[in-house]
């Protein structure tokens, strides 16, 4: 890949990050953050409503979890110890028909642990051209086994897969330590370092570096075009609001897909396959085995050099070459 064509990419996927946050567009209907005990979407949320509020769209929150309105929002639904009927009507109260809302979910764990409710029916239900849907799975919480009493939950597919699905865009948030950490292991061909409950320690719940978001958060995007395409990248958002790409990040020495042949100055790779003048003269002057047969006219067809030497043993009765 040319180097115009390689910065034409980036650009284009810093600009498509910033119409996901901002919610221009309709880019993308259904967010879904994956989000775990070693680093929290709360970070991101705080993106999304400060790039809603710059585009002049509405934030209804429907909070499960959170207690106190986020700054920034038009409207707070308190959805805690509410059947999700009632929490649906309460949202569409709260949609306006003429003007773009961005509506954010604090968590789906208690509609994917209830039963009755039909999650891709209640989801679709609050989407509509002027209303996009953000909503967050917390990946590490289990979830209780399907209930005898309903039947039918027993053949359903589990949330998880079921809602990456449904989803037009998939964002995780990651620690920049712990993948900074990960990052070196394997640039020294090391076993990649585990943290939290993959460790499996006993008392171990939240590892070092867990939701390290002093300086920003390290973002990895799924987005899924209408042409069925997808595009997948690697972001790093700083606290302060600024987008770019993690490879372009001071320290993190990697190259992407398509960058090895091109041997530029200061792309943070750790290998060069490019020559040097010196390099390419030194290599022209080489001479290879056998060059000698290579002098002759064409036309004589191919024939081997060879000298014989004393342990030799030639046979006449063998074929000539």
């Not at 967050?136 to 699905?165: E, F, G, K």
């Not at 990895?220 to 790409?245: I, N, P, Q």
Request: aromatic fraction near 6%.
């Amino acid at each position: 890949m040319s180097a115009r064509a390689l910065h034409h990419r980036r650009q284009h996927h810093i600009l498509l990050l910033h119409k996901l946050l901002s919610s221009r567009d309709a880019s993308s209907p259904f967010t879904l953050l994956l989000d775990s005990v070693e680093q929290s979407a709360k970070p991101l949320i705080r993106h999304f409503i400060q790039g809603a509020k710059a585009s002049k769209t509405d934030v209804v929150f429907v909070a499960w979890e959170t207690m106190t309105p986020p700054t920034g929002v038009t409207a707070f639904v308190k959805a805690r110890r509410k059947e999700p009927a009632a929490v649906q009507e309460e949202i569409r109260r709260n949609l306006s028909a003429s003007k773009r809302t961005l509506l954010i979910l604090d968590t789906l764990y208690p509609l994917a642990t209830h039963p009755p409710t039909h999650l891709p029916s209640f989801l679709s239900s609050l989407t509509s051209p002027t209303a996009s849907l953000l909503a967050i799975y917390h990946t590490d919480i289990p979830l209780p086994a399907p209930s005898p009493s309903h039947p039918n939950t027993l053949y359903n597919p589990s949330p998880l897969p079921l809602l990456s699905y449904l989803a037009t865009a998939l964002l995780t948030p990651h620690s920049p330590s712990q993948v900074l950490a990960r990052h070196r292991a394997a640039a020294r061909s090391l076993p990649e370092p585990v943290f939290g409950l993959a460790e499996e320690r006993d008392g171990v719940v939240v590892g070092v570096g867990a939701n390290d978001d002093g300086k920003g958060v390290v973002l990895k995007m799924e987005y899924r075009r209408k042409s069925g395409r997808g595009v997948e990248e690697w972001f790093f958002l700083e606290k302060g609001g600024g987008v770019g790409l993690l490879v372009d990040r001071e320290g993190w020495k990697g190259r992407e897909e398509g960058e090895e042949g091109e041997g530029g100055e200061g792309d943070g790779g750790t290998f060069e396959l490019g020559l040097t003048d010196k390099q390419r003269r030194d290599r022209e002057g080489v001479v290879l085995p056998y060059f000698d047969a290579q002098k002759g006219e064409g036309g004589g067809g191919g024939r081997i050099l060879y000298d014989m030497g004393v342990e030799d043993d030639f046979d006449e009765e063998e074929d000539e070459i």
